[in-house]
C-alpha cells in the first residue's frame, strides 16, 4: 500500500463516519468473504422493551416482575434496563438486592427481600439445578415472535419468565443486502436463544446462525472459520464480542457500544448502524484498486 492511498482512504472513512485505526485492516477487508455480526445492539436498536411477564407456581406477576427487577438494578446488561424500566412503567416498586453476582452470557442473581432469586437464559438455570420444562412451551411460543424470554427462579425454583423485544435497526435489512451484494456470506452469532436468533435472522435473509454462545465461543467461531481458510470481519459492540473483534482478520466496533470493544477493533464506525460496514467495505474496495 502506497501511504498516500491510506491516507486518502482514512480521510475519507472518517468523513463518512468510519474511523481506521489499523490502515491494514481496512485493506483486509476489502478481501474477506465473511462477516459475523452480533445480534443485541449491531442488528438490533439493542434497547429492549419490557413485553411478557408470566407467572408459575402461585407467585403474582407484579411480584415476579419486582423479584426480576431488583436483581437486574445491579446489572449494566441492555436486558436489564429494559427489565427495570417495565417494572417502573407498571408502578412496580423495586427493592435492593444483596449478594449480586452477574454471570457473562447467561444472567444474574442475588438476594431480594431474604429470598435467593435468579434470572437468566436456560444455561444459567441449568447450571443451578432448576427445571424449566412446566413452562418451555411458553418461552418457545415468546421465542418464535423474535423475543427474549428469560427465567426467574425463587428459592431454587422456577417461578415464571418475562420476555423483552428489541427492534431491529430500520437501516439494517438493506445494509444486509448490500453486503451480500459485495460477496460477504454473513453469520450471525448471538448468546441469545437459536429461535430467538432464528426469528430475526430469517426476516433479514442473514445465511447462518450461532447462537447460545458465550464470549469465548464467539471468538472460537472466528478461529474455526479462519482455520477453514475464510476470510473473516466481525462486527459487534458488546464486552461479550471483544474476543471475536480480537481474534478476525478485522474487527469492526460499533462506536456506540462498550469501550472494550473499540479497544479490541481496527475499524470503528461512528454510527451504530450497518449502513458504516457497506461503506467500509465500498472505500476498503477502492482503496485496494488505487494501490494495485
Ligand atoms: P448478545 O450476544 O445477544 O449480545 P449476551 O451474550 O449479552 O447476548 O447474553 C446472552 C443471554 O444471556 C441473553 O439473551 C439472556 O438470556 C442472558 N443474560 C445475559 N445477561 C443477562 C441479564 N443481565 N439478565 C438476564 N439475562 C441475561
Ligand atoms: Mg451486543
Known amino acids: 500500500a ?3 492511498s491510506i491516507m486518502t482512504a482514512t480521510g475519507r472513512g472518517a468523513h463518512a463516519g468510519v474511523l481506521i485505526k489499523e490502515a491494514a485492516a481496512l485493506e483486509r477487508f476489502a ?59 407498571r408502578g412496580v416498586t423495586v427493592a435492593d438486592a444483596g449478594d449480586f453476582e452477574a454471570v457473562t452470557g447467561k444472567g444474574v442473581s442475588g438476594t431480594v427481600a431474604g429470598s435467593k432469586v435468579a434470572l437468566g437464559n436456560a444455561a444459567m438455570m441449568a447450571d443451578l439445578g432448576v427445571d424449566t420444562v412446566s413452562i418451555s412451551a411458553q418461552a418457545d411460543a415468546l421465542r418464535g415472535e423474535g423475543k427474549t424470554a428469560m427465567f426467574v427462579a425463587v428459592g431454587g425454583v422456577l417461578a415464571g419468565l418475562v420476555a423483552v423485544a428489541d427492534p431491529v435497526k430500520p437501516t439494517t435489512a438493506a ?21 430467538t436468533a432464528r426469528a430475526i435472522a430469517g426476516k433479514l435473509g442473514i445465511d447462518e446462525v450461532r447462537a447460545g454462545l458465550l464470549p469465548e465461543q464467539k471468538g472460537a467461531l472466528v478461529e474455526e472459520l479462519r482455520a477453514k481458510g475464510a476470510g473473516v470481519a466481525m462486527a459487534g459492540d458488546g ?8 481474534a478476525a482478520d478485522v474487527g469492526i466496533a460499533m462506536g456506540t457500544g462498550a ?6 477493533a481496527g475499524i470503528t464506525l461512528v454510527k451504530g448502524d450497518l449502513n458504516g460496514i457497506v461503506r467500509a467495505r465500498t472505500l476498503a474496495r477502492a482503496t485496494i484498486r488505487n494501490i494495485r
Open 31 to 89: 478481501s474477506v468473504d465473511t462477516l459475523i455480526v452480533d445480534k443485541t445492539g449491531t442488528l438490533t436498536e439493542g434497547r429492549p422493551k419490557l413485553t411478557d411477564v408470566f407467572a408459575a407456581g402461585g407467585i403474582a406477576e407484579n411480584e415476579l416482575l419486582a423479584l426480576a427487577a431488583a436483581l437486574e438494578k445491579g446489572s449494566e446488561h441492555p436486558l436489564a434496563e429494559a427489565i427495570v424500566e417495565g417494572a417502573v412503567e
Open 259 to 264: 469501550d472494550v470493544a473499540v479497544e479490541s
Open 239 to 246: 464486552v461479550n464480542d471483544a474476543p471475536a473483534l480480537a
Open 2 to 4: 502506497t501511504p498516500m
Open 175 to 195: 445494509a444486509i443486502g448490500a453486503l451480500h451484494d459485495s460477496g460477504l456470506r454473513i453469520i450471525m452469532a448471538t448468546g441469545d436463544n437459536e429461535r
